[in-house]
């Protein structure tokens, strides 16, 4: 049966709540180029052998991004944090699992390797020793028309990559999109903030929250689009004020990386944003100023359309979606068309009219 307008909605009884996306990982062929973006972008070089690149921001996680040495560049999945070992266990016991195992990255713990219903790795972690966190240059401080805090002084942010904080989201696009979406409610808790739908009402983008009761979680921690193929969107990163992300814009052009789309505001989430394209394409953002929303908050529904992407600065270009025609991506486009519950010739039709 095809086109099911079920919309994105929280689980009542979730197996697990993550607490954190962990880290992400990538496949590269040259970890050298790749840190030369990603130093360029603001993270730190934690670890770095012929095989294997861990970078982190300055907040509290040991790493956050991992790049690991092979053949073909492509992204291969994430982590996600648990508060407790015991959440593990649960989560073993899910069909395709590996067991607990030790975890063999800096910080330690244990984790269960999981793969979702799209293909993407997930790795659920727990028990890792707390990490540090490094210094970061505070927030710049506004004069204002009604309230002036700098007088007879200057604004100088410091020149150079911006410190990138912590990793906050990624964003990634599916054939099975109900399928998936709903594993990442049932078995991580996640909860739907916001949620785009095509004009027949079927839901298009799914911008989701990690639950975090009474405690505000970032407006989207994860958010998944309705694709032909499964496959990386963007992973974003904070900042810690808009000249950071400014500076960013600044030293990334200088340096000669193609720029994706920005600066500008989202809405939904808010986020002051500036998008980058790492040496093989794939995008990076970065943003500050995100909305913060507890688990109290009801799920939103509108409309999708690239205009509804921003609320000043440029619209989103039709190349920051345009997806990579390749005879194994017209393959599966075809194949998903058939398999998928999710995909209609129509509704192809109708995405990339929106998107394409
Ligand atoms: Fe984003």
């Not at 195992?101 to 997930?122: A, C, H, I, N, Q």
């Not at 410190?163 to 991580?188: N, P, R, S």
């Not at 600065?313 to 058939?338: D, E, Q, V, Y």
Request: hydrophobic residues 40%; proline residues 8%.
């Amino acid at each position: 049966m095809k086109m099911t307008n079920v919309q994105p909605a929280r689980h009542p009884n979730p197996t697990t709540k993550a607490s954190a996306l962990a880290y992400l990982i990538f496949d590269r062929p040259d970890l050298e180029k790749a840190e030369q973006f990603l130093a360029d972008f603001g993270l730190q070089p934690v670890s770095w052998d012929e095989s294997q690149l861990l970078l982190r921001g300055t907040g509290a996680a040991h790493f956050c991004y991992v790049v690991r040495k092979a053949p073909k560049a492509r992204f291969v999945g994430f982590g996600l944090q648990l508060d407790s070992k015991a959440d593990l266990d649960a989560l073993a016991r899910i069909s395709g699992a590996s067991g607990v195992e030790p975890s063999p990255w800096p910080g330690g713990g244990y984790y269960v390797r999981l793969t979702d219903p799209s293909g993407f790795r997930v790795d659920a972690i727990a028990g890792q020793t707390p990490a540090v966190f490094l210094p970061h240059r505070p927030p710049l401080r506004f004069n204002s028309v009604d309230a002036t805090v700098r007088i007879n002084g200057t604004q100088r942010p410091p020149t150079g990559a911006p410190e990138v904080i912590k990793l906050g989201h990624v964003v990634l696009e599916l054939a099975d999109f109900q399928e998936t979406c709903a594993w990442y409610t049932q078995h991580f808790g996640f909860i739907p903030s916001d949620v785009q739908v095509l004009p027949d009402g079927s839901p298009a983008v799914a911008f989701m929250r990690l639950d975090r009761g009474d405690r505000p979680a970032d407006h989207h921690t994860l958010a998944l689009a309705q694709g032909f193929v499964p496959t990386y969107s963007h992973s974003a990163y904070e900042l810690v004020d808009a000249d950071a992300l400014g500076m960013g814009n600044r030293v990334l052009r200088e340096k000669g990386w193609t720029h994706a789309w920005g600066i500008g505001r989202h809405i939904l989430g808010s986020q002051v944003f500036d998008y980058w394209q790492d040496p093989w394409g794939d995008k990076h953002e970065h943003y500050c100023d995100g909305d913060l929303f507890t688990a109290d908050k009801p799920t939103g529904t509108h409309d999708v359309s690239r205009e509804a992407m921003a609320q000043w600065g440029p619209t989103m270009p039709r190349t920051f979606t345009k997806p990579k025609f390749t005879p194994s991506s017209l393959m599966a486009l075809f194949r998903n068309l058939r398999r998928s519950p999710d995909l209609t010739v129509r509704k192809l039709l109708t995405l990339a009219k929106i998107f394409a």
